[in-house]
């Protein structure tokens, strides 16, 4: 075992990659993760209007221009999340296009009740996950204050609590689903200016979560995968580009939650997991050096001082330009952090950025680099310069001070902030939603929303959930992937088939078709290829397919068909020939084949077999089984 | 529908009540309720009156909420008890030397709120330290003071409210502010406005009606920049006027000053909701300050000088005119002895002919009836048709382009002074607030097209 104790972050040894720890690195870090995943549902209209679903456009109308500003939760307190935003003071514009929002989408209309197809498919994958579906259900606003929407909150309800699904051998549990309203797509970000597009807004959505029941990275992944093939194979939810998406969850023993917000693809997942852990592990040892020297939250001064006129000299350098534009330098000294700033947190990427990352998110200043530390490489200020800025703070040379400037109050902002970053740094680990970045490090989005950002809905009722209701759903509810697989096993068919099987559309064809197999020349196996080869023109699904297949089955046991004439038809199936019709054919075939110039047939015996073989078949196709004209093909050239 | 008027099971009536009662499982408690379809925990939450008595509230630890069905109960345990602290922050509004002293008249609506569990509604927070916690930005502009005159919604206004507000707008003028604030709810904001603006006439400042149309316990809400641009109205402008001050377009941008006779209520939802017709606005209001639209309004003065005349003869009614109408309408209102018909009529103020007894008999009976347009926009004039001479004749008076809902709270004002119909024509048709204007801008009706080319063009280019 490669004990995970002996790699020190603190030393700067290059951080490990993915793969190079094991099952028991990962437990020995005490690494849990879960999955929070979004999936659209396959919906005509949005889940609160009547505007239609899934129609994206990259052309506009029309703007809004709105703030946002927090608000108390039902419980009488701030969310953290909401409070952080408002400090940001975005101005948040909506681009409007004609044909896929409406004046509820604009947050200028009350809602009209649930889309009454949204609730039933969601239903019907909370039943398929084995969750306990509620009586009532209450429509909940979850505040998002980024402007990701424009109430600044997302309706959204809960369906079901409390399932769980099969995972080698053990049980996932799943935590709850839920039924919500799609955000804005973020068009930019850039300083307090923020853009939405909104014509994915509202779009119907289930949120599946998951418990922290994932102790690996690539477990995460493949818990991801199945979970969404399990909606998939419901037939209710939306694929392709943006249709789904997942948080995931990370934390270590002694860590805490990070949720990496919206990971576009499941491949990403396994690294992006493994870095957060990583990045945790690091703040971990950050917190105990931290602790060692006495440093706390309490003990950590707000020592801050505005340097402008220290920087204003400052030969040749960006930060004197800033400072000639009317920009403020704050310089925000960090007692008890000496030699930690540059510990690495993920791949290329050290602790210095949780600094800049606040500064860029809270502060809005986002040209970087936005923040400068006395005692890192970067050499923007002279020597001299730095030296009167540990004196204006009070601090030695090895004391490290952060130094960020814009528009006075941004800097201040951001020098408000790096504070509280640094108090968070003796506490751990922060609990944070994190963004994937492309390289599958993580950054700063904003802090961890908690419960306080509930809010029930005063604007609809609750919906009752009927018995009724819930049997009608819950009568031809498609198996999970699960089931389908141990069924297609039992029918003998192999495992790398059954599994691409289970999660097809193509399986409801196969689950009607294979009582008409009985012991016919065709497989389970044979009947499984044959529905997954993509290549044939057929529909797949039962009510579309069903009669060709059922015909092509029946002519198939009654040996009038051949099973290749299944393969290679487009209409329906030729007619097997009798034997003596089908030495005839073989016989013309052959000897067209025969008369063909031998210029580029193998000399060897197989492959020239084959080669020969090759040019007659194309004729003999689906009427002439491939075994008799093998055997007659020897025996011609023998 | 009333609840058990027990705090402890809040909001919950039999068959839920006996249920909670049986497990002694209090609003507030923490539990874990087994039923047919599962187990579940959360806090037992109070109960919507208006819901129904079957189902549980539950706040989950993730904060939903989830209802069960008592029917499919079968035990509760209770661990614990957690009762919610609901309270608006409340910091001591900070007194600043020279800046304008405004006060902030409650009557309901929603500036600051709180969710009230009874009927699942928000309730309005209104102290000035509940403000200043909410929106702290107050402070910057004024120096405020209020008081909560009422606290109903716009819909429960009545006479009773409107004499009590203008009243107390009179003693809060001769106390000296430099400017009054009134919070109402919008359905009914217009009325209130027109009618201030009958009761209180030559304020020496000015008089500002505000609310909200997003309620304010959203982020999204438009409480706070209405409150701050009407508190910085108050505070700072010249505009010794009654008014409204609501968005202008329904982006955060900027308020629009409604004169408050000239005003409406003109979407069920949207922001920018409130419309002058017939003319236009006052001016407009964002943080950078108030900048008029026209010269002629009244100036702010440093005197305390203001005629209040806080009366109303409710007797009165409003008739929405609608083809095939039954001459037994107006004899009901004549028969139940009302003493004032504003009617809304078709066209340039036109109603059937079946209607002329009716009309004919009232007239006769002494009752006052003024003629309005329900186009909204535009003049009475019924001299162009022959309807509209027979009906001059019949004892309806055109009230020129009073919107119908001024003319009627004008008419209840006009009928709380006197009871002789020519004074109270007299009184009617004397314009005391622009309820009546010599005549309509060109661009005093601007009801624009979506579809139209350059309309589309200009919704492109500007926040809408």
Known sequence: MNDVSRYDPLQGAPLPVLGAWGEDEYQSLGLMSGLEVHQQLQTSKKLFCRCPAGRYTGEHHAEILRHMRPTLSEMGDYDGTALMEFKTRKNITYLLNDETVCTYEMDDAPPFEMNPEALDHAVRVSLMLGLQVVDEIHIARKQYLDGSIPTGFQRTAIIGVQGAVPYRGRRIGIRQLSIEEDSCREVSDRGHSRVYRTDRLGMPLIETVTDPDMHTPWDVAAVCDELRRLARASGLVRTGVGAARQDVNVSIRGGSRVEIKGVPSIKRIPRLVHNEALRQRSLLAIRDVLRERGVTAESLPDASRDVTSIVQGAEGSYLREAVAGGARVMAVPLPGFEGLVSTPTQPHTRFLKEFSDRVRVVACIDTLPNVICSTSEISTLSSAEWGRIERACGVGRDTPIMVVWGDERDARTAAGEILLRAREACEGVPEETRQALPDDTTGFERVLPGPSRMYPDTDLPPVVLAADRLARLAADLPPPPWERRERLRRDGVGEDLADRLARHPAYDLYAHLHPRLGDGPLSATGLASLLLDRDLPRPSSVPAAGAWWERALDELRAGRVLPEAIWWSDGDPAAALPPREARAAFDAAWAEAAAAPPSGLPEADGPRRRAIMGRVMPALRGRVSGRQAAAWLEEATS | ?464
């Open chain 2, 1 to 464: 529908m009333s609840g058990n008027g027990n705090e402890d099971y809040k909001g919950y009536r039999d068959p839920a009540l006996a249920v909670l009662k049986k497990h002694d499982a209090l609003v507030w408690s923490d539990v874990t309720i087994r039923t047919d379809r599962g187990e579940f925990r959360g806090l037992i939450l109070p109960r919507n009156e208006m819901a129904d008595p079957e189902h549980v509230v539950l706040k989950m630890s993730t904060g939903y909420n989830i209802g069960l069905h008592v029917g499919g109960m079968q035990e509760i345990t209770v661990h614990g008890r957690k009762v919610a602290n609901y309270k608006i922050p409340e910091k001591a509004f900070p007194y600043s030397e020279g800046k304008p002293r405004v006060k902030l008249l409650g009557t309901g609506g929603t500036i600051a709120s709180r969710l009230d569990y009874r009927t699942g509604a928000v309730i309005p927070a209104f102290s000035p330290g509940e403000l200043y916690g909410s929106v702290p930005e107050l402070a910057d502009v004024c120096n405020l003071e209020t008081e909560k005159l009422y606290g109903v919604f716009s819909e429960n206004m009545g006479p009773e409210q409107w004499i009590g507000l203008a009243e107390a707008i009179g003693r809060e003028i001769a106390a000296g502010v430099d400017g009054i604030v009134v919070g109402h709810g919008t359905d009914t904001m217009h009325h209130t406005a027109a009618i201030l603006s009958f009761m209180v006439q030559g304020s020496p400042v000015p008089i500002v009606m505000v609310g909200s149309q997003r309620s304010s316990d959203r982020p999204s809400s438009d409480a706070a920049i209405n409150l701050m641009n009407a508190a910085r109205t108050a505070a700072t402008s010249d505009l010794a006027e009654v008014m409204v001050c609501m968005f202008g377009p329904t982006s955060d941008q900027y308020g629009l000053l409604h004169q408050g006779t000239r005003v409406r209520k003109m979407h069920s939802s949207y922001r920018s909701t409130f419309r002058t017709l017939s003319d236009v606005p006052l001016g407009k209001v964002d943080q950078d300050g108030v900048t008029p639209f026209r010269n002629d309004y009244s100036r702010r003065r440093a005197d305390r000088d203001v005629t209040v005349k806080a009366v109303f003869d409710d007797r009165v009614s409003l008739v929405y005119y609608y083809p095939g109408m039954k001459p037994d309408v107006i004899d009901s209102l004549v028969d139940h002895g009302y003493k004032g018909i504003i009617i809304a009529g078709t066209g340039l103020g036109h109603v059937n002919r079946p209607l002329y007894p009716a009309l004919e008999r009232a007239h006769k009976a002494g009752v006052s009836m003024f003629m309005t347009v329900q186009t909204l926009w535009g003049f009475v004039q019924m001299y162009v048709y022959e309807t509209g001479r027979e009906i001059m004749e019949l004892g309806v008076v055109p009230a020129a382009n009073m919107l119908p809902e001024v003319a009627y709270m004008k008419l209840g004002w006009a009928l709380g002074q006197t009871q002789d119909p020519a004074e109270v024509a007299r009184i009617m048709l004397t314009p005391i607030a622009r309820d009546i204007t010599e005549r309509e801008p060109y661009n005093g009706y601007l009801v624009y097209q979506g579809g139209i080319p350059e309309v589309d063009q200009f919704l492109s280019e500007h926040w809408k």
